[in-house]
């Protein structure tokens, strides 16, 4: 008997996807209980094929884990009409038999038992109109990242060999110091392919630094980010890098229900157990963005220095606790008062009450 024989029209169907670079496990669950699992190729339009050649007009309903893959499977999903949600791997539940007896199947299959009893929410994924926006901040991280390490590579290298750099260049990387690098400065051995070398890789990754930070000029003076921008650099120790990646990331602040809900995807909520008539609460929970929230943390510092009620604020903090600990205290008000901000869409006000 055919399987779209045993189900009734515009049934809900539940599909598990376990993906992987090479293959997909996947699981199709019915509310009575049929279930159908298969090995497919790593392809959303081949399973958008299967489903409505062995489901027709029926429900679909699609989970798969956050990772490696991103969120393409997701837009191609749900592009279709295919109700789909990226589920963090954390919170799909599991039994310790499932973790000693783990298999592509089994976990398919618990991914589509757990979405048809309701036990998963997904994570929030982005539009597609802000993918660019957020890769390229990321990326000209990235090549700032990379440009310093070969920097230090460079040092490094003179280091070992015995060099020593002289006086005016020893804590400011400039144009004068490159070009005694490559004119002057000599290695141990007869050749100096090797810092050649390096500096050259130094070269292209600047010009490929100032080239993401055109980039992201043009980016920010759009209509889209020069106001938001604006707002978000009225609030006390937010610069122009930190509100660049805070847009970019965050996307929509209105998305968040709560300040709790901010302050929990920036990784500031600390970690908590209850258990009889002990209450303990420990470091900040290690979901969130984490380059966001030690962003966040930095703006913090800075805003304390600056802002005389974030001063006075961390002051009374720090008689109850450490500095550091304290800091995340001004940290959360401040990501606080961020949200209120770009939610209410008013710059920073320092005579208004914001929420704590």
């Given at each position: 008997m055919r399987s779209n024989e045993k189900i009734v029209r515009r049934q809900?169907?539940?599909?598990?996807?376990?993906?992987?670079?090479?293959?997909?496990?996947?699981?199709?669950?019915?509310?009575?209980?049929?279930?159908?699992?298969?090995?497919?190729?790593?392809?959303?339009?081949?399973?958008?094929?299967?489903?409505?050649?062995?489901?027709?007009?029926?429900?679909?309903?699609?989970?798969?884990?956050?990772?490696?893959?991103?969120?393409?499977?997701?837009?191609?999903?749900?592009?279709?009409?295919?109700?789909?949600?990226?589920?963090?791997?954390?919170?799909?539940?599991?039994?310790?038999?499932?973790?000693?007896?783990?298999?592509?199947?089994?976990?398919?299959?618990?991914?589509?038992?757990?979405?048809?009893?309701?036990?998963?929410?997904g994570i929030?994924?982005?539009?597609?109109?802000?993918?660019?926006?957020?890769?390229?901040?990321?990326?000209r991280k990235t090549f700032k990242r990379e440009e310093s390490a070969t920097k230090v590579r460079i040092r490094h290298l003179l280091h070992t060999n015995g060099v020593e750099i002289p006086g005016q260049y020893s804590h400011r990387w400039t144009l004068a110091f490159a070009k005694w690098l490559r004119d002057d400065a000599r290695l141990l051995g007869p050749n100096r392919n090797s810092l050649l070398m390096l500096l050259d890789h130094l070269e292209v990754?600047?010009?490929?630094?100032?080239?993401?930070?055109?980039?992201?000029?043009?980016?920010?003076?759009?209509?889209?980010?020069?106001?938001?921008?604006?707002?978000?650099?009225?609030?006390?120790?937010?610069?122009?890098?930190?509100?660049?990646?805070?847009?970019?990331?965050?996307?929509?602040?209105?998305?968040?229900?709560?300040?709790?809900?901010?302050?929990?995807?920036l990784g500031l909520i600390p970690t908590c157990h209850d258990s009889g008539e002990t209450v303990s609460h420990g470091e900040k929970i290690f979901r969130g963005n984490r380059m966001i929230g030690a962003m966040m943390i930095e703006a913090a510092w800075r805003a304390v220095a600056k802002d005389a009620a974030f001063n006075a604020y961390h002051h009374r903090c720090c008689q109850r606790m450490k500095s550091t600990a304290a800091i995340v205290k001004v940290a959360r008000r401040l990501s606080n008062i961020i949200l209120s901000m770009m939610k209410n869409q008013r710059d920073y006000d320092p005579d208004k009450t914001y929420p704590r």
């Open positions: 809900k169907i539940f599909v598990g996807i376990d993906v992987h670079s090479k293959n997909w496990d996947v699981t199709c669950v019915t509310h009575k209980g049929y279930c159908r699992s298969f090995n497919q190729q790593p392809s959303a339009d081949a399973l958008i094929v299967f489903l409505r050649r062995e489901f027709p007009d029926a429900e679909y309903h699609a989970v798969y884990e956050s990772g490696f893959t991103g969120f393409s499977t997701y837009y191609a999903l749900t592009a279709v009409g295919i109700h789909t949600i990226v589920a963090n791997a954390a919170d799909v539940p599991t039994t310790q038999k499932e973790q000693l007896l783990k298999t592509d199947r089994r976990d398919s299959k618990k991914l589509a038992e757990s979405l048809r009893s309701g036990d998963l929410v929030h994924v982005r539009a597609v109109d802000d993918l660019d926006d957020r890769s390229l901040v990321r990326i990754l600047h010009k490929e630094v100032l080239a993401a930070g055109r980039a992201v000029r043009r980016m920010i003076r759009s209509e889209k980010y020069a106001g938001p921008l604006r707002r978000l650099m009225t609030a006390p120790g937010i610069g122009i890098n930190f509100a660049v990646v805070l847009l970019t990331e965050i996307g929509d602040f209105n998305r968040f229900p709560n300040e709790r809900g901010f302050a929990c995807a």
